[in-house]
């Protein structure tokens, strides 16, 4: 059973325009949310988080979005860079609601590759 | 300020034989957590020690798999008699605190079981 699911396996963007990855959740216990950015042979890098009382979170080129009713989260890189190509990895924890040891749940990942 | 290190990097092992990995969380961290990602699969949450206390050891295979955080040292995770299926990329990750969820990874030990 998925409890969090990036459904797009890959996703591919011209350089300068936005990359929008999307992820879904289902366990309603999670309360905090977190993306990482992985490259091959490498361990994921931290780069945003939101808690379940915003609905967005901005850094830099990187903003992520929460929309608890619909269970579902998105980042948006804009402008893309070459650089940014990785496998994005979507994670979720109960942190507030004290649920489990603060273990992240992770999705799949999605491949981005941004095109010069 | 160093990050969190693992070795080995890399670790080839033969059907039945040990496997230890090695995992030193960064400076004035004390919460570790172990993960493990199968090719073409997210991480799969293992276990989550402090210093000499397992808080967490669900994710853990019942068999074959332990793991420790000593007063003094590295984080070990250790898996006996390895088998074909143990072959995967196995991270660790640390936090300062038990309540912040931004937990920094260490680049992982690829473990492959011939």
């Known amino acids: 059973d998925q409890q969090v699911k990036q459904n797009s396996p890959s996703l591919s963007v011209q350089e300068g325009r936005i990359s929008i990855l999307n992820c879904d959740y289902t366990?309603?216990?999670?309360?905090?949310f977190l993306w990482y950015k992985k490259y091959p042979a490498e361990g994921p890098t931290f780069l945003i988080s939101?808690?379940?009382?915003?609905d967005k979170n901005e850094d830099g080129r990187f903003t992520v979005f929460l929309n608890k009713s619909a269970k579902h989260l998105s980042l948006h890189i804009v402008p893309s860079q070459p650089g940014d190509s990785a496998v994005y990895f979507c994670a979720a924890s109960a942190v507030i609601s004290g649920a489990g040891s603060y273990q992240l749940t992770f999705g799949k990942g999605t491949k981005l590759s941004v095109i010069p | 300020n160093a990050g969190v290190m693992q070795n080995p990097r890399h670790l080839v092992r033969r059907r039945g034989q040990e496997a230890r990995l090695r995992c030193s969380p960064m400076?004035?961290?004390?919460?570790v957590y172990w993960y493990r990602q199968l090719p073409e699969e997210g991480l799969k949450f293992m276990v989550y020690?402090?210093?000499?206390?397992?808080?967490?050891e669900s994710g853990m295979p019942k068999e074959r798999f332990s793991a420790e955080f000593p007063k003094e040292g590295p984080s070990i995770l250790r898996i006996q008699q390895v088998v074909r299926g143990d072959s995967a990329a196995y991270f660790c990750?640390?936090?300062?605190?038990?309540?912040?969820?931004?937990?920094?990874f260490g680049p992982g030990t690829r473990l492959t079981v011939l």
């Open positions: 400076k004035g961290h004390s919460h």
């Open positions: 020690l402090q210093k000499e206390n397992i808080i967490d």
């Open positions: 939101i808690s379940s009382i915003k």
């Open positions: 990750a640390s936090t300062v605190l038990e309540y912040t969820d931004t937990q920094y």
């Open positions: 366990n309603s216990m999670f309360d905090y």
